[in-house]
């Protein structure tokens, strides 16, 4: 499927950083492109009106400003569209080359560029303006096989703080659907945000603006227009929901008088389910290679639960995450015996597979579209708002595994479990944490119904970490520590050390020691369970640490908290700004520390931190340090119960995180005994 592509009215109007999308497709040709696209050339009215608009005051380390981001569309009777996008940007940093140097349109098989320009006004007036035929195209395929998603991009010229850079292109579609989002806010400050949409007589449109009160258009005749002033800039921060899921936006789509037309636009999820079942029903055919490959899979097997495993996993692992995606194929489907055949196809594929196959041993299930952004779909509009496709299989009745744990019970469709054939890593019953409590199109015969993900408690992403360590009188460290990962902690690690060759995994663990050490040696360590994705993932390593503990004296200061940090960096940005967005934590967990630290011979306890005991609405802390028979026993346990703190909890959450900071920084003083 391709991710935030529906191939909506107004969607392949508005440009993407060029950074994110083709940086690695212009390696190579900058050189061109740079030196070939020189000549000077008037800047149109409409740049030059932009330049010299009156704009409020910005934050210092401000990049770059949108002067203006303009759309206008014109839609036909027969649904064909034609939209004129002028974009302008005020560069204020040398970083704003890299960030906004380049227009970028793309385009594909249902969308035509009819014109393509761009200009630059340097700081000192001087004009210079790029043509299509200065255009580097380029293909945007990065995890695809192939795909018709391409792009033409201009690099700016003198494209240096101080300069004005805008371009204007026309583009002409066909949408598969129509619908779109429109963003007047971006992370860049936007000056100007309109929008005008021409609709042929007796159309109809609905709209749902988020994170900004709704505004009405202004209208003359069949035109539309909205406009935004003044939008302030999205400040990223760490543990942030994703940037376009908090940014003032809007969703837009238009109904056809045509009633054979009308099957392009939602009204409801059961209709957005019923576009996506015709799409995928023809692809559900069990061919006789289907058929036979099943047989051979669950031989053997008679526990219904053991038997949907056995294919889960099939279409999870052994069928390779590849994608050609042409015109309607962005959304639909292969066939499932072409997937099966050629061994390899993309999420909606894999999903598609899987499904097929399980109507082979009688177990119903269902093709799923959700996004991979939490916030993203908005449960109250209704349209494909969705960047990825799994499956919901229903659970013959009288399962009790209680390793299933990424289940929903719907009274219509039952007991679901959602599952995910495209992560690798993510064992059967679990559900990858992006796609935890969030919204998902179950598409059923009858059409779509949305339901909400579950979010996976804690315990079913657990982390246990136990030390062995020896304390020297020098105060140097040295010992072995024992990792237990499951659930999610694992499914990270597994993703992070498989993807790195194995010479290079012990580089991976030293890293991780890093953050937490200095002055230390890594003189072993072991991955366990590495590709047994149903086991917990183990992780033994051992080190020794040069002047650990601090000496005053006869003291040595020493902290218990060896390894591992729960304090979060949401709150400490480097521009010392209050925080302004939510927290999205990446999943609910519990993680146990159990340290024991030998301490040298002749030194007794002078004093320990004190027992910590700390809780807010989101999450839990203890911590407790004792010392028996000349040994230091260190425990604590940190959970994650709930993934998102509003901004009006954000005080609260700071508060715990703090507290959580002094715990983790406390020592114990040791004393000799005999000085």
């Known amino acids: 499927m391709k991710p935030n592509s529906y191939f909506g009215v107004l969607r392949l109007r508005k440009a993407t950083s060029?950074?994110?999308?083709?940086?690695?497709?212009?390696?190579?040709?900058?050189?061109?492109?740079?030196?070939?696209?020189?000549?000077?050339?008037?800047?149109?009215?409409?740049?030059?009106?932009?330049?010299?608009?009156?704009?409020?005051?910005?934050?210092?380390d401000t990049v770059a400003v949108?002067?203006?981001?303009?759309?206008?569309?014109?839609?036909?009777?027969?649904?064909?569209?034609?939209?004129?996008?002028?974009?302008?940007?005020?560069?204020?940093?040398?970083?704003?080359?890299?960030?906004?140097?380049?227009?970028?349109?793309?385009?594909?098989?249902?969308?035509?560029?009819?014109?393509?320009?761009?200009w630059t006004i340097t700081p000192d007036g001087h004009e210079i303006e790029l043509k299509d035929k200065d255009a580097l195209e380029t293909s945007l395929t990065t995890?695809?096989?192939?795909?018709?998603?391409?792009?033409?991009?201009?690099?700016?010229?003198?494209?240096?703080?101080?300069?004005?850079?805008?371009?204007?292109?026309?583009?002409k579609q066909r949408p598969e659907v129509f619908e779109d989002d429109w963003y007047v806010q971006e992370v860049a400050p936007v000056h100007r945000s309109r929008l005008s949409l021409q609709l042929p007589p007796g159309w109809e449109f609905s709209v749902q603006w988020a994170n900004h009160p709704k505004q009405e258009p202004q209208i003359s005749g069949n035109q539309y227009v909205w406009e935004a002033m003044d939008s302030p800039g999205i400040e990223l921060e760490p543990e942030m929901p994703p940037w376009n899921s908090v940014a003032a936006h809007f969703y837009v789509k238009y109904f056809p008088r045509n009633p054979s037309m009308r099957s392009k636009t939602s009204g409801s999820w059961n209709d957005v389910g019923s576009w996506y079942n015709g799409l995928v029903v023809p692809r559900r055919v069990a061919t006789p290679a289907i058929h036979q490959k099943v047989t051979e899979l669950t031989a053997g097997l008679q526990d219904p639960v053991a038997k949907i495993?056995?294919?889960?996993?099939?279409?999870?692992?052994?069928?390779?995450?590849?994608a050609i995606e042409i015109g309607i194929g962005g959304h639909q489907p292969h066939a499932a015996g072409d997937v099966l055949t050629h061994g390899y196809g993309d999420c909606k594929d894999k999903a598609t597979l899987l499904n097929?196959?399980?109507?082979?041993?009688?177990?119903?299930?269902?093709?799923?579209?959700?996004?991979?952004?939490?916030?993203?779909?908005?449960?109250?509009?209704?349209?494909?708002?969705?960047?990825?496709?799994?499956?919901?299989?229903?659970?013959?009745?009288?399962?009790?595994?209680?390793?299933?744990?990424?289940?929903?019970?719907?009274?219509?469709?039952?007991?679901?479990?959602?599952?995910?054939?495209?992560?690798?890593?993510?064992?059967?019953?679990?559900?990858?944490?992006?796609?935890?409590?969030?919204?998902?199109?179950?598409?059923?015969?009858d059409g779509g119904a949305l339901l909400h993900t579950?979010?996976?408690?804690?315990?079913?992403n657990r982390l246990l970490r136990t030390a062995k360590l020896d304390l020297s009188a020098a105060g140097n460290l040295a010992g072995e520590v024992q990792e237990v990962r499951w659930g999610g902690p694992a499914e990270q690690s597994r993703e992070q050390f498989l993807e790195t060759p194995p010479a290079k995994r012990a580089k991976v663990v030293?890293?991780?020691?890093?953050?937490?050490?200095?002055?230390?040696?890594?003189?072993?360590?072991?991955?366990?369970?590495?590709?047994?994705?149903?086991?917990?993932?183990t992780l033994d390593y051992k080190f020794v640490v040069a002047n650990y503990a601090k000496t005053a004296g006869n003291l040595l200061i020493v902290r218990p908290r060896v390894i591992g940090s729960k304090e979060q960096f949401i709150f400490n940005a480097e521009n010392g700004k209050p925080r302004k967005y939510p927290i999205e934590f990446n999943e609910a967990t519990r993680q146990d520390d159990v340290f024991d630290i030998t301490l040298p011979a002749g030194y007794v306890v002078d004093e320990l931190p004190p027992p910590a005991q700390l809780q807010c609405d989101y999450?839990?802390?203890?911590?407790?340090?004792?010392?028996?028979?000349?040994?230091?026993?260190?425990?604590?346990?940190?959970?994650?119960?709930?993934?998102?703190?509003?901004?009006?909890?954000?005080?609260?959450?700071?508060?715990?995180?703090?507290?959580?900071?002094?715990?983790?920084?406390s020592s114990a003083v040791l004393r000799r005994a005999n000085p």
Do not use: C
Request: cysteine-free.
């Open 143 to 171: 995890y695809e096989v192939f795909s018709d998603e391409r792009a033409k991009v201009l690099k700016f010229a003198e494209a240096n703080p101080g300069s004005i850079v805008g371009y204007e292109v026309v583009q």
């Open 510 to 537: 030293e890293d991780f020691v890093g953050n937490f050490l200095n002055s230390f040696t890594l003189t072993g360590a072991a991955v366990g369970n590495l590709e047994k994705y149903d086991d917990n993932l």
């Open 619 to 665: 999450a839990t802390y203890k911590s407790d340090v004792q010392v028996a028979d000349g040994t230091l026993h260190y425990k604590r346990t940190y959970e994650i119960t709930s993934v998102h703190v509003p901004t009006q909890k954000l005080d609260e959450v700071r508060a715990f995180f703090r507290q959580v900071a002094a715990d983790e920084r």
């Open 309 to 322: 495993k056995a294919l889960a996993e099939y279409s999870q692992r052994k069928i390779r995450y590849a």
């Open 454 to 460: 579950p979010l996976l408690p804690p315990l079913t």
């Open 356 to 445: 097929t196959m399980l109507q082979e041993v009688g177990v119903q299930s269902y093709n799923v579209l959700i996004s991979t952004e939490r916030g993203v779909v908005l449960p109250e509009f209704p349209s494909l708002q969705f960047n990825h496709s799994i499956s919901a299989i229903r659970l013959p009745d009288g399962i009790t595994d209680i390793s299933l744990h990424a289940t929903v019970d719907d009274p219509k469709l039952g007991r679901l479990l959602f599952f995910d054939p495209t992560n690798e890593y993510v064992p059967f019953g679990y559900l990858p944490s992006y796609e935890q409590d969030s919204y998902a199109l179950v598409v059923t015969q």
């Open 18 to 60: 060029v950074s994110l999308l083709v940086a690695a497709a212009l390696a190579g040709a900058l050189a061109w492109f740079v030196v070939s696209a020189r000549a000077s050339g008037p800047a149109p009215d409409w740049l030059r009106a932009a330049a010299n608009e009156k704009l409020p005051d910005y934050p210092k």
């Open 66 to 118: 949108v002067l203006l981001d303009d759309g206008q569309t014109t839609v036909k009777d027969n649904g064909d569209t034609e939209t004129v996008t002028r974009r302008a940007y005020k560069l204020l940093r040398p970083q704003a080359r890299d960030d906004y140097g380049f227009a970028v349109v793309r385009f594909d098989s249902q969308t035509k560029v009819s014109s393509f320009k761009a």
